[in-house]
Protein backbone atom coordinates (compact mmCIF):
# COMPACT_ATOMS: atom_id res chain seq x y z
CA UNK A 1 0.00 0.00 0.00
CA UNK A 2 1.21 3.35 -0.63
CA UNK A 3 0.87 5.22 2.58
CA UNK A 4 -2.98 4.75 2.10
CA UNK A 5 -3.85 7.05 5.26
CA UNK A 6 -5.72 9.65 4.48
CA UNK A 7 -3.82 13.19 5.52
CA UNK A 8 -5.04 15.08 8.18
CA UNK A 9 -6.38 17.84 6.04
CA UNK A 10 -7.25 18.00 2.55
CA UNK A 11 -4.03 19.45 0.25
CA UNK A 12 -4.87 22.75 -1.90
CA UNK A 13 -2.17 22.92 -3.96
CA UNK A 14 -0.79 27.08 -4.26
CA UNK A 15 -0.01 26.91 -7.92
CA UNK A 16 -1.81 29.15 -10.32
CA UNK A 17 -4.30 27.72 -12.73
CA UNK A 18 -7.26 25.10 -12.24
CA UNK A 19 -7.35 24.74 -8.00
CA UNK A 20 -7.04 20.94 -7.08
CA UNK A 21 -8.03 19.64 -3.72
CA UNK A 22 -6.67 16.36 -2.85
CA UNK A 23 -7.57 13.87 0.14
CA UNK A 24 -5.76 10.73 0.64
CA UNK A 25 -3.02 9.03 -0.09
CA UNK A 26 0.49 10.48 -2.06
CA UNK A 27 -0.35 8.46 -4.74
CA UNK A 28 -3.47 11.18 -5.39
CA UNK A 29 -1.22 14.07 -4.31
CA UNK A 30 0.97 13.06 -7.26
CA UNK A 31 -1.99 12.31 -9.23
CA UNK A 32 -3.36 15.48 -8.83
CA UNK A 33 -0.44 17.59 -10.12
CA UNK A 34 -1.08 15.64 -13.38
CA UNK A 35 -4.69 16.72 -13.59
CA UNK A 36 -3.92 20.39 -12.85
CA UNK A 37 -1.36 20.14 -16.18
CA UNK A 38 -4.63 18.05 -18.28
CA UNK A 39 -7.21 20.65 -17.27
CA UNK A 40 -4.67 23.30 -17.79
CA UNK A 41 -4.11 22.31 -21.04
CA UNK A 42 -7.53 21.99 -21.57
CA UNK A 43 -8.19 25.45 -20.94
CA UNK A 44 -9.97 24.70 -17.64
CA UNK A 45 -8.30 27.70 -15.69
CA UNK A 46 -10.84 28.38 -13.75
CA UNK A 47 -12.34 24.79 -12.57
CA UNK A 48 -11.97 23.43 -9.15
CA UNK A 49 -11.06 19.41 -8.63
CA UNK A 50 -11.57 17.63 -6.09
CA UNK A 51 -9.44 14.15 -5.85
CA UNK A 52 -11.21 11.97 -2.85
CA UNK A 53 -10.36 9.04 -1.01
CA UNK A 54 -12.39 6.03 0.18
CA UNK A 55 -9.75 4.59 2.39
CA UNK A 56 -12.16 5.82 5.60
CA UNK A 57 -16.00 7.06 5.41
CA UNK A 58 -14.40 10.20 7.70
CA UNK A 59 -12.22 11.30 4.36
CA UNK A 60 -15.08 10.47 1.91
CA UNK A 61 -17.50 12.38 4.15
CA UNK A 62 -14.50 15.54 4.19
CA UNK A 63 -14.64 15.45 0.89
CA UNK A 64 -18.36 15.60 0.34
CA UNK A 65 -18.36 18.85 2.80
CA UNK A 66 -15.53 20.72 0.82
CA UNK A 67 -17.34 19.97 -2.58
CA UNK A 68 -20.40 21.64 -1.01
CA UNK A 69 -17.66 24.53 0.54
CA UNK A 70 -16.23 25.32 -2.62
CA UNK A 71 -19.84 25.68 -4.70
CA UNK A 72 -20.94 27.80 -1.96
CA UNK A 73 -17.62 29.74 -2.33
CA UNK A 74 -17.61 29.65 -6.29
CA UNK A 75 -20.66 29.68 -7.82
CA UNK A 76 -19.33 29.92 -11.34
CA UNK A 77 -16.42 27.26 -11.59
CA UNK A 78 -16.64 24.33 -12.98
CA UNK A 79 -16.52 21.73 -10.25
CA UNK A 80 -15.41 17.98 -10.90
CA UNK A 81 -15.07 15.40 -8.68
CA UNK A 82 -12.61 12.26 -8.56
CA UNK A 83 -10.68 9.72 -7.25
CA UNK A 84 -11.02 6.75 -4.96
CA UNK A 85 -14.30 7.39 -3.46
CA UNK A 86 -15.95 9.16 -6.69
CA UNK A 87 -14.68 5.57 -8.18
CA UNK A 88 -16.31 3.45 -5.58
CA UNK A 89 -19.60 5.92 -5.35
CA UNK A 90 -20.17 7.58 -8.52
CA UNK A 91 -24.03 7.92 -8.58
CA UNK A 92 -23.43 9.62 -4.84
CA UNK A 93 -21.12 12.25 -6.35
CA UNK A 94 -22.83 12.90 -9.44
CA UNK A 95 -26.45 13.32 -7.82
CA UNK A 96 -24.98 16.21 -5.64
CA UNK A 97 -26.23 19.31 -7.09
CA UNK A 98 -22.69 21.66 -6.62
CA UNK A 99 -20.44 18.62 -9.14
CA UNK A 100 -20.72 19.26 -12.70
CA UNK A 101 -18.47 16.13 -13.48
CA UNK A 102 -17.39 12.82 -12.14
CA UNK A 103 -14.39 11.46 -13.30
CA UNK A 104 -13.08 7.81 -12.62
CA UNK A 105 -9.50 6.89 -11.62
CA UNK A 106 -8.19 5.75 -15.25
CA UNK A 107 -10.18 8.35 -16.72
CA UNK A 108 -8.79 11.00 -14.46
CA UNK A 109 -4.94 10.86 -15.76
CA UNK A 110 -6.45 11.13 -19.63
CA UNK A 111 -6.25 14.19 -20.84
CA UNK A 112 -9.33 13.97 -23.13
CA UNK A 113 -11.34 13.98 -20.21
CA UNK A 114 -10.37 17.35 -19.52
CA UNK A 115 -11.03 18.30 -23.59
CA UNK A 116 -14.21 16.71 -22.86
CA UNK A 117 -14.83 18.69 -19.13
CA UNK A 118 -14.39 22.11 -21.13
CA UNK A 119 -16.75 21.13 -23.26
CA UNK A 120 -20.94 20.15 -22.67
CA UNK A 121 -20.64 16.99 -22.04
CA UNK A 122 -21.55 16.54 -18.22
CA UNK A 123 -21.55 13.37 -15.84
CA UNK A 124 -19.23 11.02 -17.39
CA UNK A 125 -20.87 7.45 -16.54
CA UNK A 126 -17.80 5.98 -14.46
CA UNK A 127 -18.90 2.32 -14.76
CA UNK A 128 -18.34 2.54 -18.57
CA UNK A 129 -14.98 3.43 -18.27
CA UNK A 130 -12.39 0.90 -19.58
CA UNK A 131 -9.16 0.10 -17.56
CA UNK A 132 -6.42 0.24 -19.60
CA UNK A 133 -2.37 0.33 -18.76
CA UNK A 134 -1.54 2.47 -21.58
CA UNK A 135 -3.19 5.57 -19.56
CA UNK A 136 -1.20 5.00 -16.67
CA UNK A 137 0.79 7.93 -15.35
CA UNK A 138 4.17 7.61 -16.21
CA UNK A 139 5.67 10.94 -14.30
CA UNK A 140 5.90 14.98 -14.26
CA UNK A 141 7.53 17.39 -13.75
CA UNK A 142 8.42 19.78 -10.69
CA UNK A 143 10.83 22.24 -9.59
CA UNK A 144 11.73 20.11 -6.76
CA UNK A 145 10.77 16.58 -6.55
CA UNK A 146 9.57 14.21 -8.96
CA UNK A 147 7.37 11.52 -8.48
CA UNK A 148 6.64 8.58 -11.11
CA UNK A 149 4.34 6.32 -10.74
CA UNK A 150 5.86 3.03 -11.39
CA UNK A 151 2.35 1.05 -11.15
CA UNK A 152 -0.96 0.65 -10.60
CA UNK A 153 -3.41 -1.20 -8.27
CA UNK A 154 -3.28 -3.83 -5.96
CA UNK A 155 -3.40 -7.76 -6.30
CA UNK A 156 -3.82 -7.76 -2.44
CA UNK A 157 -6.83 -8.31 -0.38
CA UNK A 158 -5.55 -6.54 2.97
CA UNK A 159 -9.01 -7.00 5.02
CA UNK A 160 -9.17 -2.95 5.81
CA UNK A 161 -8.34 -1.93 2.62
CA UNK A 162 -11.10 -0.85 -0.45
CA UNK A 163 -8.12 -0.17 -2.53
CA UNK A 164 -7.77 -2.61 -4.47
CA UNK A 165 -11.71 -2.40 -5.53
CA UNK A 166 -10.92 1.64 -6.91
CA UNK A 167 -7.92 0.90 -8.06
CA UNK A 168 -7.84 -2.55 -10.04
CA UNK A 169 -5.09 -5.23 -10.14
CA UNK A 170 -1.57 -4.42 -10.17
CA UNK A 171 -0.30 -3.04 -13.73
CA UNK A 172 3.57 -2.34 -13.75
CA UNK A 173 5.15 0.54 -16.09
CA UNK A 174 7.71 -1.06 -17.93
CA UNK A 175 11.27 -0.06 -17.57
CA UNK A 176 12.06 1.63 -21.21
CA UNK A 177 9.56 4.15 -20.37
CA UNK A 178 10.02 4.67 -16.76
CA UNK A 179 14.01 5.41 -18.38
CA UNK A 180 12.07 7.66 -20.80
CA UNK A 181 10.30 9.49 -17.95
CA UNK A 182 13.72 9.87 -16.01
CA UNK A 183 15.81 11.50 -18.74
CA UNK A 184 13.42 13.71 -19.52
CA UNK A 185 12.89 14.70 -15.95
CA UNK A 186 16.53 14.90 -15.08
CA UNK A 187 17.60 17.20 -18.25
CA UNK A 188 14.17 19.46 -17.25
CA UNK A 189 16.54 19.91 -14.10
CA UNK A 190 14.99 17.68 -11.56
CA UNK A 191 16.99 16.07 -9.03
CA UNK A 192 15.16 13.74 -6.74
CA UNK A 193 12.42 11.55 -8.33
CA UNK A 194 10.06 9.20 -6.17
CA UNK A 195 9.26 6.19 -7.77
CA UNK A 196 5.69 6.00 -6.15
CA UNK A 197 2.29 3.56 -6.79
CA UNK A 198 -0.19 1.92 -5.22
CA UNK A 199 1.53 -1.30 -4.04
CA UNK A 200 5.16 -0.95 -5.42
CA UNK A 201 7.11 -4.33 -4.11
CA UNK A 202 4.57 -5.98 -6.33
CA UNK A 203 6.08 -3.86 -9.44
CA UNK A 204 6.76 -6.38 -12.49
CA UNK A 205 4.85 -9.36 -11.14
CA UNK A 206 3.13 -8.45 -14.30
CA UNK A 207 5.55 -7.79 -16.84
CA UNK A 208 7.56 -10.45 -19.26
CA UNK A 209 10.26 -11.81 -17.34
CA UNK A 210 8.71 -10.65 -13.68
CA UNK A 211 11.84 -8.45 -13.24
CA UNK A 212 11.94 -7.10 -9.49
CA UNK A 213 11.46 -3.91 -8.01
CA UNK A 214 15.14 -4.02 -7.05
CA UNK A 215 16.65 -4.92 -10.29
CA UNK A 216 14.51 -2.64 -12.25
CA UNK A 217 15.87 0.09 -9.54
CA UNK A 218 19.21 -0.79 -10.29
CA UNK A 219 18.89 -0.74 -14.02
CA UNK A 220 17.01 2.64 -13.96
CA UNK A 221 20.58 4.39 -12.01
CA UNK A 222 22.12 2.63 -14.11
CA UNK A 223 20.63 4.10 -17.46
CA UNK A 224 19.74 7.31 -16.05
CA UNK A 225 23.61 8.06 -14.51
CA UNK A 226 22.58 11.53 -13.97
CA UNK A 227 19.77 11.44 -11.69
CA UNK A 228 21.45 12.09 -8.34
CA UNK A 229 18.77 11.47 -5.94
CA UNK A 230 16.38 8.51 -5.73
CA UNK A 231 13.66 7.60 -3.36
CA UNK A 232 10.96 5.03 -2.87
CA UNK A 233 7.62 5.41 -1.63
CA UNK A 234 5.54 2.63 0.77
CA UNK A 235 7.17 -0.89 0.93
CA UNK A 236 5.35 -4.22 2.21
CA UNK A 237 7.96 -5.34 4.61
CA UNK A 238 6.65 -9.07 3.47
CA UNK A 239 8.22 -8.39 -0.61
CA UNK A 240 11.31 -6.41 0.23
CA UNK A 241 13.81 -9.09 -1.48
CA UNK A 242 17.68 -9.48 -1.48
CA UNK A 243 17.92 -7.40 -4.55
CA UNK A 244 16.04 -4.69 -2.70
CA UNK A 245 18.61 -5.03 0.28
CA UNK A 246 21.34 -5.38 -2.11
CA UNK A 247 20.67 -1.86 -3.25
CA UNK A 248 20.53 -0.38 0.22
CA UNK A 249 23.61 -1.37 0.60
CA UNK A 250 25.33 -0.76 -2.14
CA UNK A 251 23.60 2.46 -4.32
CA UNK A 252 24.33 5.78 -2.39
CA UNK A 253 21.65 8.08 -4.77
CA UNK A 254 19.06 5.43 -3.41
CA UNK A 255 18.66 7.85 -0.01
CA UNK A 256 18.14 6.76 3.03
CA UNK A 257 14.78 6.62 4.32
CA UNK A 258 12.54 3.73 3.84
CA UNK A 259 8.78 4.06 4.46
CA UNK A 260 7.05 0.37 5.50
CA UNK A 261 3.25 -0.33 5.41
CA UNK A 262 3.59 -1.97 8.76
CA UNK A 263 -0.36 -1.58 9.99
CA UNK A 264 0.42 -2.84 13.12
CA UNK A 265 2.61 -4.68 15.57
CA UNK A 266 0.64 -7.68 16.74
CA UNK A 267 0.58 -10.70 15.39
CA UNK A 268 -2.81 -11.92 16.01
CA UNK A 269 -3.78 -8.51 14.01
CA UNK A 270 -2.12 -8.66 11.28
CA UNK A 271 -3.44 -11.93 10.45
CA UNK A 272 -6.88 -10.12 10.90
CA UNK A 273 -5.93 -7.57 8.81
CA UNK A 274 -4.41 -10.45 6.35
CA UNK A 275 -1.05 -9.02 6.02
CA UNK A 276 1.64 -10.97 5.07
CA UNK A 277 4.45 -9.95 7.71
CA UNK A 278 4.86 -10.71 11.57
CA UNK A 279 6.00 -8.35 14.38
CA UNK A 280 9.25 -10.05 13.94
CA UNK A 281 9.50 -9.69 10.65
CA UNK A 282 9.21 -6.13 10.80
CA UNK A 283 12.01 -5.45 13.91
CA UNK A 284 14.27 -7.69 12.05
CA UNK A 285 14.00 -5.82 8.68
CA UNK A 286 14.52 -2.50 10.28
CA UNK A 287 17.36 -3.86 12.31
CA UNK A 288 18.89 -5.52 8.84
CA UNK A 289 18.14 -2.43 6.65
CA UNK A 290 20.14 -0.37 9.03
CA UNK A 291 23.04 -2.91 9.40
CA UNK A 292 23.05 -2.22 5.87
CA UNK A 293 22.91 1.62 5.88
CA UNK A 294 23.69 3.05 9.35
CA UNK A 295 21.27 5.91 10.54
CA UNK A 296 18.54 4.97 7.89
CA UNK A 297 15.36 6.63 8.44
CA UNK A 298 12.19 4.52 8.53
CA UNK A 299 8.43 5.70 8.49
CA UNK A 300 5.32 3.42 8.61
CA UNK A 301 2.10 3.54 8.37
CA UNK A 302 -0.15 2.24 11.53
CA UNK A 303 -3.68 1.70 12.09
CA UNK A 304 -5.08 1.91 15.60
CA UNK A 305 -7.92 0.56 16.58
CA UNK A 306 -8.33 -2.35 14.40
CA UNK A 307 -11.60 -4.42 15.17
CA UNK A 308 -11.23 -6.66 18.20
CA UNK A 309 -7.97 -4.98 19.24
CA UNK A 310 -7.38 -5.11 22.70
CA UNK A 311 -4.91 -3.08 24.95
CA UNK A 312 -2.35 -5.14 25.22
CA UNK A 313 -2.33 -5.74 21.25
CA UNK A 314 -2.27 -1.79 21.37
CA UNK A 315 0.65 -1.95 23.51
CA UNK A 316 2.63 -4.28 21.21
CA UNK A 317 2.35 -1.98 18.13
CA UNK A 318 2.88 1.25 20.64
CA UNK A 319 5.96 -0.70 21.43
CA UNK A 320 7.28 -1.18 18.29
CA UNK A 321 7.27 2.30 17.25
CA UNK A 322 10.59 2.31 19.67
CA UNK A 323 11.95 -1.23 18.68
CA UNK A 324 11.98 -0.71 14.96
CA UNK A 325 12.51 3.12 15.73
CA UNK A 326 9.77 4.05 13.08
CA UNK A 327 10.35 8.18 13.32
CA UNK A 328 8.30 9.21 10.05
CA UNK A 329 5.08 7.78 10.51
CA UNK A 330 1.36 7.72 9.54
CA UNK A 331 -0.80 7.23 11.63
CA UNK A 332 -4.56 6.79 11.54
CA UNK A 333 -7.65 5.91 13.51
CA UNK A 334 -9.61 2.46 11.79
CA UNK A 335 -12.62 3.53 10.24
CA UNK A 336 -14.97 0.55 8.54
CA UNK A 337 -15.10 0.32 4.74
CA UNK A 338 -18.15 -1.22 3.81
CA UNK A 339 -18.03 -4.31 1.55
CA UNK A 340 -14.58 -5.36 2.97
CA UNK A 341 -14.23 -8.12 5.69
CA UNK A 342 -12.97 -6.13 8.68
CA UNK A 343 -16.21 -3.78 8.47
CA UNK A 344 -18.07 -7.11 9.71
CA UNK A 345 -15.12 -7.81 12.42
CA UNK A 346 -16.59 -6.70 16.36
CA UNK A 347 -15.38 -2.76 16.00
CA UNK A 348 -13.35 -1.06 19.08
CA UNK A 349 -15.10 2.28 20.33
CA UNK A 350 -14.01 5.17 18.25
CA UNK A 351 -12.96 7.69 20.78
CA UNK A 352 -10.74 4.25 22.31
CA UNK A 353 -8.88 4.55 18.44
CA UNK A 354 -8.55 7.87 18.26
CA UNK A 355 -6.73 7.87 21.72
CA UNK A 356 -4.55 5.11 20.67
CA UNK A 357 -3.54 6.90 17.30
CA UNK A 358 -2.90 10.02 19.59
CA UNK A 359 -0.79 7.73 21.18
CA UNK A 360 1.30 6.12 18.56
CA UNK A 361 1.59 9.86 16.93
CA UNK A 362 3.37 11.09 20.48
CA UNK A 363 5.45 7.65 20.13
CA UNK A 364 6.34 8.41 16.56
CA UNK A 365 6.82 12.82 17.17
CA UNK A 366 9.27 11.32 20.15
CA UNK A 367 11.53 9.09 17.76
CA UNK A 368 11.71 12.24 14.94
CA UNK A 369 12.77 14.62 18.00
CA UNK A 370 15.25 11.96 18.89
CA UNK A 371 16.64 11.68 15.50
CA UNK A 372 16.62 15.41 14.32
CA UNK A 373 18.98 15.81 18.16
CA UNK A 374 21.42 12.78 16.68
CA UNK A 375 21.41 14.69 13.17
CA UNK A 376 22.90 18.02 14.86
CA UNK A 377 26.56 18.67 14.70
CA UNK A 378 26.43 16.57 11.10
CA UNK A 379 26.19 17.78 7.26
CA UNK A 380 23.04 17.33 5.16
CA UNK A 381 22.40 17.57 1.28
CA UNK A 382 19.30 19.44 1.51
CA UNK A 383 16.63 19.53 -1.52
CA UNK A 384 15.29 23.02 -1.27
CA UNK A 385 11.27 22.92 -2.07
CA UNK A 386 10.66 26.81 -0.66
CA UNK A 387 13.29 29.22 -0.67
CA UNK A 388 14.63 28.65 2.58
CA UNK A 389 13.14 25.28 3.52
CA UNK A 390 13.81 21.57 2.19
CA UNK A 391 14.59 18.27 3.11
CA UNK A 392 17.74 16.34 4.12
CA UNK A 393 18.15 12.78 2.53
CA UNK A 394 16.77 11.06 5.21
CA UNK A 395 13.85 13.27 4.93
CA UNK A 396 14.13 15.40 7.67
CA UNK A 397 12.95 18.79 7.90
CA UNK A 398 15.68 21.83 7.43
CA UNK A 399 15.12 25.61 7.84
CA UNK A 400 18.02 26.98 5.32
CA UNK A 401 20.38 29.50 6.70
CA UNK A 402 19.08 32.94 5.87
CA UNK A 403 20.36 34.56 2.91
CA UNK A 404 21.46 31.40 1.43
CA UNK A 405 20.47 31.84 -2.59
CA UNK A 406 19.64 28.67 -3.11
CA UNK A 407 16.35 28.21 -5.90
CA UNK A 408 13.74 25.73 -5.26
CA UNK A 409 14.99 22.52 -6.73
CA UNK A 410 18.61 22.80 -6.67
CA UNK A 411 20.50 20.59 -3.53
CA UNK A 412 22.44 22.29 -1.07
CA UNK A 413 24.88 20.88 1.44
CA UNK A 414 24.87 21.94 5.03
CA UNK A 415 25.83 22.07 8.43
CA UNK A 416 23.02 20.95 10.47
CA UNK A 417 23.51 23.43 13.55
CA UNK A 418 20.32 22.81 15.99
CA UNK A 419 16.70 22.28 16.21
CA UNK A 420 14.10 24.82 16.27
CA UNK A 421 10.35 23.44 16.64
CA UNK A 422 9.78 20.53 14.63
CA UNK A 423 12.61 21.21 12.35
CA UNK A 424 16.45 21.27 12.04
CA UNK A 425 18.38 24.47 11.66
CA UNK A 426 21.51 24.82 9.40
CA UNK A 427 24.62 26.91 8.55
CA UNK A 428 26.24 26.73 5.24
CA UNK A 429 28.86 24.49 4.67
CA UNK A 430 29.54 23.54 1.26
CA UNK A 431 27.36 24.68 -2.04
CA UNK A 432 26.88 21.07 -3.73
CA UNK A 433 24.95 21.92 -6.73
CA UNK A 434 22.66 25.00 -8.18
S1 LIG B 1 -4.96 -4.34 -0.23
FE1 LIG B 1 -3.28 -4.18 1.24
S2 LIG B 1 -1.43 -4.06 0.00
FE2 LIG B 1 -3.18 -3.59 -1.38
S3 LIG B 1 -3.39 -1.34 -1.33
FE3 LIG B 1 -4.73 -2.16 0.28
S4 LIG B 1 -3.47 -2.14 2.15
FE4 LIG B 1 -2.07 -1.92 0.39
Redesign the pocket.
Known sequence: ??A?GPQQAPQQAPRQGPQVVTFGCRLNGYESEVMRDHARAAGLEGAIIVNTCAVTKEAERQARQAIRKLRRENPAARLIVTGCAAQLDPARFAAMPEVDRVLGNTEKLKAESYREAAGDLLVTDIMAARETAGHLLAGFESRTRAYLQIQQ??????T?????YA?GPNRSVPLGRLVEQVRTLVEAGTREVVLSG??IT?YGADLPGRPTLGETVRRLLALVPDLPRLRLS?L?PAAMDGDLLRLVAEEPRLLPHLHL?V?AGDDLILKR???RHLRRDVVDLAARLRDLRPGLALGA?LIAGFPTETEEQAARTLALVDEADLSHLHVFPYSARPGTPAARMPAVPGDVAKARAAALRAAGARRMAARLARRVGGLADVLVETPGFGHSEDYLPVDLPPGLDAAPGSVVRVRLSGIHGDRLTATTDERMSA
Do not use: A, E, L
Open positions: MSPGCDHRCFCIIPRVDSSDSQMKRD
